[in-house]
């Protein structure tokens, strides 16, 4: 019950604290929540953290980044500075007292030469870390190296700014990519390996990448993904001689691994072992998995000539029909066995002029050059190779690209008519 006004607790042997002393208990206890104890609770496991213990955060002096420690030099100044003030004050109390009592002349002489060397030493205390940030300033910025110095890309031929907002793009170094991967076909140039390969001929290869063009479709793979599979698959045959019969499991393997290196979600074992009705085992896939990784040791990142034909389609801003027809062709000259030993940027290159020409859109322009390294001198021959390939009778038996691009998903680019030799040499002179 609520005590009577004016009259007073009183508190006998027994009895109870009254509620006044527990509230002000309860509310000291409130105010002290920040600093929990670091303890914990009985029987709970003990608590691990980070960095530090935040119920001692009171107690650790923590040095933020971009923030100096303090130097003992400071410290003292700062000790010193503050015992100056206090002297200060202690003499201005002083002068009051003794004005107020009657001074004299000589007493505030006496208490401004006293106070004179004070004001001196705090004025210097103030100008010290002034002095001391003008005996920290940062050094001059250094030169770039020669050698580190990046390309400057003149502005008639910069096109990836238009992207300088798309992270995904990379616009600061796809050139940089691109010509690193440019670099790098030097390490994965090719020959002609069938001679190599006793049972096999190049009409099985062939057919092995009509077979493989049919999984990219029935597994909805990117076409990144049926490239690499091939480029993986010519190395390993390049190295490694293997009877006619395993040469499906080679191809369905490589696909396998491209799959894991490309796709988002990659068919499993057991889609591999069902498209090929289950002719090989399990054991057997996994192992030569391990064969093809070993030969290749495990360097899978092969440049394949489908990610320079995006990037140079761009540099003309080529609709997706040029870009599809391009590709139809790229895709046609995987089945060819005397193109295996082109690099895929010169191929690339050749398939989008012969895509350009066919369209009516011009030549290989000076920005192709500047992004492609490649003069029409350099295209000339892949291109006579690729337009012999292409006017050929289609054999009935291998049709998977060719109907793959007649669907009007693709524009129907297979059905277009090809271009004259003639209409392609002018193209080639300019």
Known sequence: MPLPRGKKATVTAGSRIPKLHATKKENQEEGSQGKRSSSPPHGAPKKRTAFIDITNAHKVQISLPGRKKESAKTTAKKTSSSSVSAKNQANLKKSSSV?????????????????????????????????????????????????????????????????????????????????????????????????????????MRAILIDWLVE???????????????????????????????????VGSTAMLIASKFEERSPPCVDDFLYICDDAYKREELISMEASILQTLSFDVNIPIPYRFLRRYAKCVNAGMDTLTLARYYCEMSLMEMDLVPERGSLLASACLLMALVTKDLGGWTPILQFHSGYQTSDLEPVIRRLYLMLVAPPDDKLRAIRNKYSHKVFFEVASLPLVSMDILEKALLQ
């Open 99 to 203: 004005s107020s009592e009657g001074t004299t002349p000589e007493t505030e002489r006496a208490d401004a030469v006293e106070e004179k060397p004070c004001e001196e030493e705090a004025q210097k205390d103030a100008a010290a870390p002034v002095e001391e940030l003008v005996a920290v300033a940062p050094p001059a910025a250094r030169e770039v190296p020669a050698h580190l110095q990046r390309q400057q890309i003149p502005e008639e031929f910069d096109i990836d700014s238009e992207n300088s907002e798309d992270s995904y793009m990379c616009p600061e170094y796809a050139k940089d990519i691109f010509d690193y991967l440019k670099r790098r076909e030097e390490k994965f140039v090719l020959c002609n390996y069938m001679p190599k390969q006793p049972s096999l001929n190049p009409e």
């Open 215 to 249: 999984v990219q479709e029935n597994f909805e793979l990117y076409h990144e993904t049926l490239y690499l599979a091939v480029k993986m698959t010519d190395h390993y045959l390049s190295q490694t001689p293997v009877h006619r019969e395993m040469l499906q499991l």
